[in-house]
């Protein structure tokens, strides 16, 4: 590096609050054929708070995991205070001046409070590990985030949630750092904490450091943050002040589409037409699981679960397909012939989850790689999975009408694949997923249940695996999708049910479905 | 209040101090400072073993060859001082620093090609009773002046008892362990990585390099204790110490360290060698009994330690936590 760079540099910071603290230029990375970062460019300045924005799987962190080292970048330029920079790993980082806060704390729960925030910087004397002094520093690195109270010698994992975040913050800040980078901090935390952690970023922002801060609640970004940048499909949408990009406009930068389309689309869905009650829920609930809730969800229509992590979304999925037996209500499913009204529904919470998915209804968890797909089985012993489940073991089905019906799957849903013995393991998540949509659909379900069907796959598969949805939907199926992209939920989903805290707050339909009604439902 | 995280440790002090106290209690003998410093002396090999084995499971680690690494040392370093006839001070740097090597080696094949400490160790501990037989197939008295002449120290101390050089030697390692493991950024490393691996890649632990300290740690500490189980047999035999790593991970386990790592402390895993040391002195003392009654109180105590780990556990993670 040239020397009068330095210089320059350095009289720049002296004599300007505002310099460029953080440069990134074109930065690239992609993951076996999977472009998760292409030619982004991004510039964080001294004193500024930065709102790095965009939907799962946009590239958010993929840009910070490069930045930390923790994956090696393709190609592109990082400096940091003027100097080209390239983090080994995450220590590496950390004397450089990045610190990082994940949402899940990333603190050793074995450890105690001091430890935990001496960890690899302990003061020494005569070459061992002065315990008091590092108490002494633990305190007033705790002291800075409004922790004083705590006691330091105690193990980290007695604490809250969210006192670790904020134990992690603390410790963020202990190795002089310049840039602090913040992903997701407030998921744990409650309000009057949130509170807390702004004037702290506040008053970091005060003393000249830069601070990337990711969140997906909007509200924050407009409180704190003085400048947006957003990413989307892996690629920089553009950098905003904050002050005059109006929500509108981010949401449509986030989407990739304008409000107005949005809004075309779903009144478009929201013409229902003559339904048939599918299932019905009654008063069903699970003590510490779920509270009490009713809903219905007729033949061809999408019902959308909306609400924050944690709200009860998954919890309503698992009870609504019996993965979870409720403790209390009433679940009935339409028996199979619209030709008798008459018949008896059926009550399905004494029901095995066999005699579940023989009476029509299927689940694709949220998690994909813990509870959905295996891996290691091919793409037909996954896809045939459900249905040979529902036959029972012991009366299996001919390879050739498996091969059938794969075959068919494959084309219906164009999944991208060689051949249908391939392990499911090496498909990408949006293919990965079609697998499981596939699993269900050859079982002919009547109702589909449906957690974030559209996570971390990439957008091209969102699209589609969308447009699946609502060709079942069309052909007269019943969906319940619960999903975190409130932009995606609005544009699909008939009806959507609004979760806080566990229950069940809202209800809306019809026009009254649009993500500033949902937001606006949760936030009251 | 007793932090939970020390409960074990304490549990394992009581037990001691329990079966100490019967000892006494029972039999006139037991009461003399003799048994205490025999204890030291005849349980110095297994406790240094276990102050490097506790490194290791406290990393979430287990390190397997050290039993064999004992008998190599032996026969290397008495093939080093009657053979090649190299003072034995010489010898013992040699054996330490081959001890340390192959230790290392372990914790390379462990952390860059990501192969469990077990199937590595398990195949160390193989290669040095191997390597232990190519030097030697039989015993060899170690007599030379010098080795006598360490033997012969002898520190009284009131009552009968009195310190040998090599219990001196075990409680200097003993405090040097402890010290590594709670005053050094090594040895909170090692609490690091036993505790959360990943969170501890992210907090700038470096995993490797840690590692391969760990197990030449473990392969520094056996090696000791080879030197030490030469001293105090005068000799070197190939099938010396078999199943030894064994009783160094009970002792470790009884001695309050948590087998999936991330906690435990150095001075338990001493309580828990010396806990093996008492049952034995009292079945001696007894006379009647077979010397295996020891295995089968071991084996219940060991039960009794695991499940009280994981109350412990059960227990802490129930109550509510602190504010």
């Not at chain 1, 080994?88 to 004397?95: K, W």
């Not at chain 2, 329990?18 to 005849?42: P, Q």
């Not at chain 2, 499971?57 to 390190?63: K, T």
């Amino acid at each position: 590096m040239a020397p009068h760079s330095n210089v320059k540099d350095h009289s720049r910071t002296t004599s300007d609050h505002r310099s460029a603290l953080l440069e990134i230029r074109s930065l690239s990375k992609s993951f076996t054929g999977v472009q998760a970062l292409n030619a982004v460019s991004l510039q964080v300045n001294k004193g500024e708070i930065h709102a790095l924005l965009g939907e799962n799987g946009a590239g958010k962190s993929t840009l910070i995991k490069v930045l930390t080292g923790v994956h090696p970048r393709d190609e592109g330029d990082i400096k940091l205070d003027g100097r080209a920079i390239h983090a080994r790993d995450s220590g590496h980082a950390q004397q450089l001046g990045i610190s990082t806060v994940y949402q899940e704390v990333n603190l050793i729960p074995s450890m105690s409070v001091t430890e935990n925030l001496t960890l690899q910087q302990q003061e020494k004397s005569f070459g061992l590990i002065n315990w008091k002094k590092a108490d002494a520093r633990a305190r007033a690195l705790l002291a800075r985030v409004g922790l004083e109270n705590i006691d330091p010698s105690r193990q980290l994992d007695r604490y809250s949630i969210a006192i670790q975040q904020l134990i992690a913050i603390a410790r963020a800040l202990s190795n002089e750092a310049k840039l602090l980078i913040l992903d997701e901090p407030t998921a744990s935390l409650d309000a009057s904490e949130i509170k807390q952690l702004f004037s702290l970023m506040t008053q970091l922002k005060n003393q000249g450091m830069g601070i990337i801060f990711v969140t997906h609640f909007l509200d924050q970004v407009y409180d704190i943050t003085d400048v947006i940048t957003v990413l989307r499909n892996g690629e920089c949408v553009g950098t905003f002040p904050t002050a005059s990009l109006s929500r509108s406009d981010l949401v449509s930068h986030m989407v990739g589409k304008s409000l107005d389309d949005l809004a075309t689309s779903s009144d478009h869905q929201a013409t229902g037409k003559p339904q048939n009650t599918l299932l019905t829920m009654q008063c069903v609930g699970k003590q510490r699981f779920l509270h009490p809730l009713d809903l219905t969800i007729h033949a061809g229509e999408i019902v959308g679960v909306a609400g924050l992590l944690g709200s009860g979304r998954t919890e309503l999925c698992e009870l609504a397909y019996g993965s979870t037996k409720p403790d209390q209500g009433l679940i009935t499913l339409q028996p199979e012939s619209s030709a008798k009204p008459t018949a008896e529904p059926t009550s399905l919470i004494q029901k095995s989850l066999r005699q579940t998915i023989q009476s029509g209804m299927g689940y694709c968890p949220e998690d994909r790689k813990l509870d959905g797909i295996v891996a290691e089985l091919s793409i037909r012993e996954n896809m045939i999975l459900a249905l040979q489940a529902s036959k029972g073991w012991w009366r299996s089905i001919a390879m050739s009408e498996q091969k059938k019906l794969v075959d068919d799957m494959i084309k219906r849903l164009a999944i991208k694949t060689p051949d249908m013995d391939k392990p499911v393991g090496e498909l990408s998540g949006g293919n990965q997923q079609k697998v499981i949509l596939a699993r269900w659909l050859i079982t002919h379900p009547k109702l589909l249940i449906l957690d974030e069907p559209t996570r971390g796959i990439d957008i091209g598969a969102h699209h589609e695996i969308i447009q699946i949805m609502q060709e079942l939907c069309e052909q007269g199926m019943g969906l319940l999708v619960a999903s975190s992209e409130l932009e995606e939920l609005v544009m699909f989903a008939h009806r959507v049910v609004v979760m806080k805290d566990h229950h069940k707050v809202a209800e809306l339909r019809g026009s009254n479905v649009s993500e500033q009604a949902i937001l606006h439902t949760i936030a009251s | 209040m007793i932090n939970e995280r020390n409960l074990p440790i304490f549990a394992t002090l009581t037990v001691f101090l329990l079966l100490y106290g019967f000892g006494m209690y029972e039999y006139k003998g037991f009461r003399d400072t003799l048994v205490f410093t025999n204890l030291l002396t005849d349980n110095a090999f297994l406790i240094v073993t276990a102050v490097g084995m506790t490194f290791v499971i406290l990393s979430g680690g287990i390190d397997l060859s050290v039993g064999s690494m004992i008998a190599f040392i032996g026969v290397l370093m008495a093939y080093l001082i009657t053979s090649l006839h190299i003072h034995p001070i010489l010898a013992i740097a040699i054996s330490l620093i081959v001890g340390t090597a192959f230790g290392a080696i372990m914790g390379m094949i462990i952390s860059v090609f990501e192969i469990q400490p077990f199937i590595v160790t398990l195949a160390g501990m193989f290669l040095f009773r191997g390597l232990a037989y190519l030097i030697n197939l039989n015993a060899v008295p170690i007599n030379h002046p010098f080795i006598t002449a360490l033997s012969d120290i002898y520190v009284s101390v009131p009552g009968r008892g009195g310190l040998t050089f090599i219990a001196m030697a075990m409680l200097v390692l003993l405090v040097v362990g402890i010290l590594i493991a709670r005053r050094t950024r090594f040895g909170m490393n090692v609490y690091a990585i036993g505790g959360d691996k990943q969170s501890a890649a992210l907090l700038g632990v470096p995993i490797k390099k840690t590692t391969v300290k760990i197990y030449a740690l473990s392969g520094l500490y056996s090696a000791l204790a080879g030197v030490i189980f030469a001293i105090y047999t005068s000799s070197a035999y190939p099938l010396a110490a078999v199943g030894v790593e064994l009783d160094a991970i009970a002792a470790v386990v009884i001695g309050g360290t948590l087998l999936t790592g991330g906690v435990g402390y150095v001075f338990g895993s001493f309580l828990g060698a010396m806990i093996q040391g008492v049952i034995q002195t009292l079945i001696t003392f007894d006379g009647s009994l077979n010397s295996w009654w020891t295995k089968l109180a071991i084996g219940g105590l060991l039960l009794f330690f695991i499940l009280l780990q994981k109350a412990i556990v059960f227990w802490a993670k129930k109550r509510s936590p602190a504010t």
